[in-house]
């Protein structure tokens, strides 16, 4: 792994009603922060983990750092980026420009957020590589300049059980697979280990990114959206029974097989989302 790449931060889920999305995972069973308002105009809400976290984004107010999500919510909500932890975003941007990779030069954010001493202004560093360069989703890293305010302890604990991010599923368009796999490595600063003809694993920390070829016939999207996409997320959970209690409980319906629980697209704003026991 990169020296500047400490893995995988948080996803993002790209969503056109807040209020509706933050009820549904709450339903899941998620712990949701409050609401934050970012300095380029996005709302969100996160569900924190031991290893990162799960982000809920909206655009109330156009801006050139949030345009691509604002592009991406015309075709409906989904999961729309994946984002890698640096401790040093202008680092990382060298890092990247050196290995040839389209990165653009890092950003300042911030956002509003209750910490234990009251209200107080969390900073964020980003880097954005080009769309066209990682099939699925926006690619960025993140630099937490003020970690203390966005990772606090107690918003880690869910109903759910979740612990800990486990991987991502990217459905990658037959014949784009190889391509795909060379373009997560670069960026990652790690090898892919393929599992069959049709998939490819390419571990960031203790996140994996695997890339399965699909053609749009078997594809499970829920949204009109082509290939490539992030079609799944999947998360760690202390176990399968709690999770399922709480889904049962909540009304959410679920699919139980394989080792793992699922919540459909339909019911999880464009993205399944994946449950397994915690590794």
């Known amino acids: ?71 991406f919510l015309e075709h409906g909500d989904g999961a729309a980026a994946m984002v890698v932890a ?63 305010l966005t990772h606090q302890p107690q918003q880690a604990g869910h109903p759910n059980g979740v612990t800990s991010l486990a991987a991502v599923t990217i459905d990658i368009a037959a014949g784009q697979l190889s391509r795909a796999a060379e373009r997560y490595e670069r960026v990652l600063a790690s090898s892919a280990c393929a599992i069959d003809e049709t998939v490819r694993l390419v571990p960031c920390a203790d996140v994996d990114v695997r890339l399965q070829e699909r053609d749009r016939a078997t594809s499970q999207e829920v949204a009109p959206r082509a290939l490539p996409y992030l079609s799944s997320l999947t998360f760690n959970v202390e176990s399968l029974e709690l999770i399922a209690e709480t889904l049962r409980r909540n009304g959410v319906a679920c699919e139980r097989g394989d080792g793992m629980l699922s919540i459909p697209g339909a019911l999880a704003h464009g993205v399944t989302l994946r449950f397994i026991a915690r590794r």
């Open 1 to 71: 792994m990169a020296r500047h790449l400490s893995g995988i931060d948080h996803f993002v889920i790209a969503v056109r009603d807040l209020d509706a999305a933050r009820d549904d995972f709450t339903r899941m069973g998620f712990s949701l922060t409050p609401r934050g308002y970012h300095s380029v105009g996005s709302e969100n809400h996160c569900a924190m983990f031991g290893n990162g976290y799960l982000e809920l984004l909206t655009v109330r107010r156009p801006h050139p750092v949030t345009a691509y999500f604002s592009r």
């Open 86 to 148: 640096t401790g040093d975003a202008q680092a990382l941007y060298r890092d990247w420009c050196a290995a040839g990779l389209p990165a653009e030069a890092p950003v300042s954010l911030s956002r509003p957020v209750l910490g234990a001493r009251g209200n107080a202004l969390a900073h964020f560093k980003i880097v954005q590589l080009d769309l066209s360069y990682t099939p699925g989703g926006l690619v960025y890293a993140c630099e937490h300049l003020t970690p203390e």
